[in-house]
């Protein structure tokens, strides 16, 4: 062979490999699935719990070697801190749209994912909230907009009505945190105490930044109520329940909401014996319940341990969720794979997971739990 015509095969080899190299670099495409809740502040153990859960989905989809839309699929963890404040919410919610994530896991209270689901709306991004319960959500028929568990309707009633037929509560006071969240689900419990015959003996006001109830708790005391229910967090339930055994209410009972019922709640708490009157609902199965549930906690914890609270596991089934749409419609592209999420049919860690046409599971749950020992016990 000649030297002229060595040098051009080489050439040859050379170009080819460079273009085979280039191909390849251009057959892995990173996709961004962001997290968008309080990672900072009174609930960022909460907050926290569900990027960890979206965390963990996505450890696992990278180990799946996805091709999508004929490219290799890694999937990077895009984590935003809404501080829990509606403001900031939008701020994130925005900054999300103009970074062109593929989806939204997000966000965590009905008050920061109601005026986010708008933003979200219009940039045309998916997002799934594992844990926002405000039934106002959903109104808009945003077609961006999906939950992952049971609304306040479904919590506020069955709390109702098990406090009337279970306990016998005749006289309940009422205590909300002005919130989205908070005030929703009061106003659904009030709904439902009143058919159910129970009286309303008073109605307080506080924030979702207070500590201090006493002032609260003494007009109440007054009023001898059997119960109290709460619309608010953890972190102002537990304090709460400090007092109540400060001003001899330790015989009254609590109810509240998902966000109350934490396994932080007795920390929070100071493990005060009125722990044990606190009767709380989520709107999912108990982990003990959940298709594959247990095995599905070893997992976490072995991750990130001493640090579930409730709604990681619904986080990750989100992931999940997306990712599957992906699948199903050969692409990453929001536009493209929004339409195959309301045709969800996937057997996720809580539950086989579809949707109806407003975002809204077609089968929720609703699991009420107890502290017994200072843990939160299922009890059904």
């Known amino acids: 062979m000649s030297p002229s015509a060595l040098l051009s095969l080489t050439s040859g080899l050379t170009l080819a490999l460079l273009t085979l190299g280039s191909a390849q670099a251009q057959e892995l495409q990173t996709v961004k699935i962001a997290h968008a809740g309080p990672t900072s502040g009174g609930i ?3 907050g926290k719990d569900t990027e960890n859960g979206v965390r963990l989905a996505i450890d696992e989809l990278n180990t799946q070697n996805l091709v999508i839309g004929g490219k290799k699929i890694k999937f990077e963890l895009v984590a935003e801190d809404d501080a829990g404040d509606p403001r900031q919410a939008t701020a994130v ?3 999300l749209c103009d970074t062109k994530v593929a989806g939204v896991i997000g966000h965590l209270q009905s008050g920061t994912t109601i005026p986010a689901s708008s933003v979200y709306n219009k940039c045309g991004i998916p997002h799934i909230t594992a844990s926002a319960s405000n039934p106002g959500l959903t109104k808009p028929g945003y077609p961006t907009t999906f939950r992952l568990i049971a609304n306040d ?24 945190d002005r919130t989205a969240y908070g005030q929703g689900l009061a106003d659904v419990f009030k709904a439902t105490a009143k058919q159910k015959g129970m009286e ?40 709460m329940l400090r007092q109540l055994q400060q001003l001899g209410l330790a015989n009254v009972k609590l109810f509240g909401g998902d966000a109350l019922c934490t396994e932080k709640l007795p920390e929070l708490a100071s493990k005060a014996g009125t722990v044990h009157n606190v009767t709380c609902a989520t709107g999912g199965a108990s982990i003990e319940k959940m298709q594959g549930g247990a095995d599905w906690k070893k997992k976490y914890d072995a991750r ?12 990750y089934d989100a992931t999940f969720v997306l990712v599957d749409a992906m699948k199903r419609a ?16 996937f057997k996720g860690v809580t539950a086989s997971i579809a949707f109806t046409a407003n975002g809204e599971l077609t089968k929720p749950a609703v699991t009420l739990y107890t502290y017994k020992n200072y843990a939160r016990t299922p009890m059904n």
């Open 44 to 46: 960022a153990h909460i």
């Open 93 to 95: 919610a925005q900054k």
């Open 153 to 176: 309707n479904a919590l506020g009633a069955a709390l109702a009505v098990y406090a009337s037929d279970a306990l016998r509560i005749k006289k309940v006071a009422i205590i909300d």
């Open 200 to 239: 309303v003996v008073g109605e307080e006001f506080t924030t979702d930044k207070a500590t201090d109830f006493m002032a609260i708790l003494t007009s109440i005391k007054s009023k001898k109520p059997d119960a109290i229910f709460f619309g608010g967090l953890d972190a102002q339930a537990g304090p």
């Open 304 to 315: 990130f341990p001493g640090q579930f609270q409730m709604y990681s596991p619904y986080a």
């Open 330 to 345: 050969n692409s990453v592209e929001p536009k493209a794979y929004l339409p195959f999420i309301g045709k969800t049919q």
